[in-house]
């Protein structure tokens, strides 16, 4: 009820209505977040939900954003708790003395207040995973149920008429003061996103997540409208005025109203009630900001320190203590209670906008398999919620401009950090995830396109199956391109064996995915340069992948033309040189070189993560430096070897650093002990790939099949 005060002085007794309006729209966000969460039940509350159904990119700016949400949250609760105790110590001294000195319940006080909760509830986190705080939660409601009784019984000693004028005007500053009370406070509902933030912590989420949700709002709503009913009633002093005691002390408005019916036990009894509910909402957003930290760390979206627990306790202790590093910062910049309501305000709506779309997009994209709990009245609940959320957000930006301010600063600065130390190890990292779950691609939209030219029957099997393993289920496609290369003026009718020889090696090559359970699509095209048809196929459909087969690579034609195909796709390219009795099914230990600066590491933890969809792979990343190079060069080198890997490949995977100055044998050699090499193509700039000479010569030294990849520039 820290907030009371400031949403009276701003509209009067239609705080009532501002409260009310509050509650239907948290419960249009509660049904969405209920509904994806039941589909999601993991830690990081929105963030999860963004990273299945959006890019990592917006994902990021969803979870910065929400990580802030909480921290603001905190940093409301842990003044809220500050003024409260200030408030009951002066208090108390004036009942001792008569007068307190005024360091009591000046600012320095109220931070140092607000920043020792903070540090106290940081080192319970430390020590234990989460949960607990039910004591404080049952205290407060105990009391609020005193106040709003005992209010009750009040209420029929006071006439119709002082009613009347108590609540007169209704509206003080009209609708401008009644969205800008209804902004300010939007807070104190926010609650149910917490419990999806721990959903990792809670058991069986499924059942459990949607009614928590649901009971959270519901209490919440059914001990703030009664008492914000009884304040304006009956808790008004005579002489006073609601909008002018507000103004005066909005702190204590909630206190001063029950002393008003209940005398000093009352006020002391709002105090107790207050200082529970500021600090069990403090350990609660302390709690679901670290989680949020966490999670993002586990994503390659934040240093990945912040995603290490405590052995012993299971406790993200670095997420906790940089959160609460940041709540104390913030608690020393923002001026008062309601400046901290203000931006928090802004930053939920602004997150449970994002969630409500995302909820339409997960019900629409969700064909296989649905969420478990289904918002009713579909799509009117996202789709109302959404458009309630954004025009209060939007209102309360321009309304309360500091707060949109902090919003932005805060956005700002986390796609600065994001963009220029996180950007590429997240992006490898989604790869990996996306590709080792296709529901991912379904959820955010994708239909990605495989284009597989086909010139030699005997290949198209394995090809096609490669394909398959890059093309997700249910919403992946593969495309046989066959391209009959026929000189300028050519006329069927007088040269018939281009066409015959065409239906017969795509009729072939059809027949062998048929057998092999593959069902691709089929296309003949004519050009007098294949490669060139094959690029303008591949930007015709948008593909996302061309796959090429080869029986060898080791004639100069063979390089040549990889190297214009390549250069005349804006696709991702992989090369197959396999012999036709090759089985994918059979590959179970997979080397693969890095070296360079990880240009191709995008397409590479997708090819990875796409392979282990299909069995269990050992993979093994070898990193070849000179012969000469140091003990503390190679260490080095494992290092940063050993993070690269963490990005690129979700399973434990083998890590080998060799001395050697010939690159290709030592390469070769390894390769002889696995079923598979995969290697990266060479590139000069972003628009210049060749495959060079490393690939070729490996290539030529080592009868194990090869995959070449090209990431697009």
Request: with cysteine.
């Amino acid at each position: 009820m820290a907030l009371a005060g400031t949403a009276f002085a701003l509209t009067g007794p239609s705080a009532l209505l501002a409260f009310a309006l509050n509650g239907i729209i948290a419960f249009l966000t509660a049904v969405s977040f209920a509904e994806v969460s039941s589909k999601f039940p993991h830690s990081g509350g929105t963030y999860t939900f963004a990273k299945k159904v959006l890019t990592v990119d917006t994902a990021f700016a969803v979870g910065w954003i929400v990580w802030f949400a909480s921290i603001v949250a905190a940093v409301l609760y842990a003044l809220g708790f500050g003024e409260f105790a200030a408030v009951a110590a002066d208090a108390l001294w004036r009942t001792g003395t008569g007068k307190a000195p005024a360091w009591l319940t000046a600012r320095p006080t109220v931070c140092g207040l607000a920043i020792a909760a903070t540090l106290f509830y940081s080192a319970v986190l430390f020590r234990k995973q989460g949960g607990g705080r039910q004591w404080a939660n049952i205290g407060k409601i105990f009391v609020f149920g005193i106040l709003i009784v005992c209010g009750l019984a009040a209420l029929p000693g006071q006439s119709l008429p002082r009613i009347d004028q108590a609540l007169r005007p209704f509206f003080t500053r009209g609708a401008a003061g009644l969205f800008q009370a209804m902004g300010v406070t939007f807070i104190t509902l926010q609650g149910f996103d917490l419990i999806a933030a721990v959903a990792g912590e809670v058991r069986n989420p499924q059942r459990n997540l949607p009614r928590s949700m649901f009971l959270s709002l519901g209490i919440a709503l059914a001990i703030y409208l009664p008492l914000l009913f009884l304040i304006v009633t009956v808790g008004v002093p005579p002489g006073e005025t609601l909008r002018g005691l507000s103004r005066k002390v909005p702190e204590s408005i909630v206190a001063i109203a029950a002393q008003n019916y209940l005398g000093a036990f009352g006020y002391w009894l709002v105090m107790v009630a207050a200082i529970l509910s500021m600090l069990s909402a403090l350990y609660a957003n302390l709690l679901a900001a670290s989680r949020i930290a966490a999670a993002m760390a586990g994503d390659h979206t934040l240093p990945r320190i912040l995603a290490l627990k405590s052995p012993r306790r299971n406790s993200p202790v670095a997420a906790v203590a940089v959160t609460a590093a940041i709540v104390v910062i913030v608690t020393a910049i923002l001026p008062n209670v309601a400046a901290a309501g203000a931006a928090s305000s802004l930053i939920f709506l602004i997150t449970f906008t994002l969630a409500h779309g995302i909820a339409f997009l997960v019900r629409r994209r969700s064909r296989v398999h649905p969420p478990p709990f289904k918002a009713p009245w579909f799509p009117a609940v996202p789709v109302a919620g959404g458009l309630a959320c954004l025009a209060l957000a939007v209102y309360q930006g321009i309304a309360m401009p500091t707060a949109g301010l902090i919003a932005t600063t805060w956005l700002l600065m986390g796609v600065m950090f994001f963009l220029g130390l996180y950007a590429r190890h997240a992006r490898v990292a989604d790869a990996s995830h996306a590709a080792s779950d296709p529901e991912m691609a379904q959820l955010r939209g994708r239909s990605p396109l495989v284009l597989v030219p086909i010139a030699n029957p005997h290949n198209a099997r394995n090809l096609v199956i490669l394909a398959g393993a890059l093309a997700p289920p249910q919403v992946g496609r593969v495309m046989l391109l066959n391209v009959i290369a026929a000189p300028q003026g050519w006329r069927p009718e007088a040269e018939p064996q281009p066409l015959e020889n065409a239906q017969s090696v795509l009729g072939k090559a059809i027949a062998a995915c048929v057998e092999a359970s593959c069902f691709p699509e089929a296309l003949t095209t004519v050009g007098d340069q294949p490669a060139k048809e094959i690029g303008r196929v591949a930007k015709i459909h948008r593909c996302e992948s061309l796959l090429v087969g080869l029986s060898r690579l080791t004639e100069q034609d063979d390089s040549t033309f990889l190297d214009q195909l390549i250069s005349s796709v804006d696709c991702d390219v992989v090369v197959l040189r396999a012999p036709a009795n090759w089985n994918l099914s059979a590959v179970r230990r997979i080397l693969v070189p890095l070296g360079g600066r990880g240009g191709h590491d995008v397409l590479l933890a997708r090819l990875l993560g796409s392979l282990s969809r299909s069995g269990r792979r050992e993979v093994t990343f070898l990193k070849i430096l000179p012969e000469n190079a140091s003990p503390g060069a190679c260490r080095r080198a494992e290092r940063n070897l050993t993070r690269r890997v963490n990005d690129l490949w979700n399973d434990s995977a083998g890590v080998k650093v060799c001395r050697s100055d010939a690159i290709v044998a030592c390469i070769a050699a390894h390769a002889a002990e696995n079923d598979l090499l995969v290697l990266g193509a060479q590139r000069l700039s972003q628009r210049r790939k060749f495959f060079g000479q490393l690939a070729l010569q490996v290539s030529r030294n080592t009868e194990k099949p090869v995959l070449i990849i090209c990431r697009r520039g």
